[in-house]
T-cell receptor, first 115, second 114 residues
Framework: AQSVTQLDSQVPVFEEAPVELRCNYS??????LFWYVQYPNQGLQLLLK??????LVKGINGFEAEFNKSQTSFHLRKPSVHISDTAEYFC?????????????FGRGTSLIVHP | DGGITQSPKYLFRKEGQNVTLSCEQN?????MYWYRQDPGQGLRLIYY???????QKGDIAEGYSVSREKKESFPLTVTSAQKNPTAFYLC?????????????FGPGTRLTVL
């Protein structure tokens, strides 16, 4: 079974500074990677996903992530954060197991943007 | 507007009572999921359903039950056998049952046991 590690439970940053949220997964022959965002007391929504092709994936709200197969990582980045980016961010991984799909989520990283 | 609705948003229960959380989607999605979210633990899968009249246990199914009588609906019952039910519950749906699909989440129900 897949496992996902989000290395930081909390990341404080000042507004307009760059940020990187780290995600590592256990190795698999074929893996698909997702980042979701959760604003307080709401459900999750997709930021971006990597299925194949270019290893640099661009998502909504200025976020991007880079798939690194050799390091089994899928870190999320934004060059300049806003107060409104304060939220919980979840990395998720899926693969094909016997014809079925079960996603595995990381424990989440709380991004706190200070003015 | 297409989407997923969950009701109620907040739910209070006395110990020993069963409660049912509603999840409805009008996205015509085949697959539906229930997750439990606790602080610092991320999302844990309770049950999932690939098609109508079929569902499978997830990682923490004990003390929960589900049904899938209609494609649009996937209610979750939290029974009195669930020892620590206070949590935030999220329902999600997905077009198919594929590794590449995006999950669409409802707004969640916060259950508190008094």
């Amino acid at each position: 079974a897949q496992s996902v590690t989000q290395l930081d439970s909390q990341v404080p940053v000042f507004e307009e500074a760059p940020v990187e949220l780290r995600c590592n997964y256990s190795s698999s022959v074929s893996v698909y990677l997702f980042w979701y965002v959760q604003y307080p007391n709401q459900g999750l929504q997709l930021l971006l996903k990597y299925l194949s092709g270019s290893t640099l994936v661009k998502g909504i709200n200025g976020f991007e992530a880079e798939f690194n197969k050799s390091q089994t990582s899928f870190h999320l980045r934004k060059p300049s954060v806003h107060i409104s980016d304060t939220a919980e961010y979840f990395c998720a991984v899926s693969d094909q197991l016997g014809g079925s799909y079960i996603p595995t989520f990381g424990r989440g990283t709380s991004l706190i943007v200070h003015p | 507007d297409g989407g997923i609705t969950q009701s109620p948003k907040y739910l209070f229960r006395k110990e020993g009572q069963n409660v049912t959380l509603s999840c409805e989607q009008n996205l015509n999605h085949d697959a539906m999921y229930w997750y439990r979210q606790d602080p610092g633990q991320g999302l844990r899968l309770i049950y999932y359903s690939q098609i109508v009249n079929d569902f499978q246990k997830g990682d923490i199914a004990e003390g929960y039950s589900v049904s899938r009588e209609k494609k649009e609906s996937f209610p979750l019952t939290v029974t009195s056998a669930q020892k620590n039910p206070t949590a935030f519950y999220l329902c999600a749906s997905e077009a198919g049952f594929s590794s590449t699909d995006t999950q669409y989440f409802g707004p969640g129900t916060r259950l508190t046991v008094l």
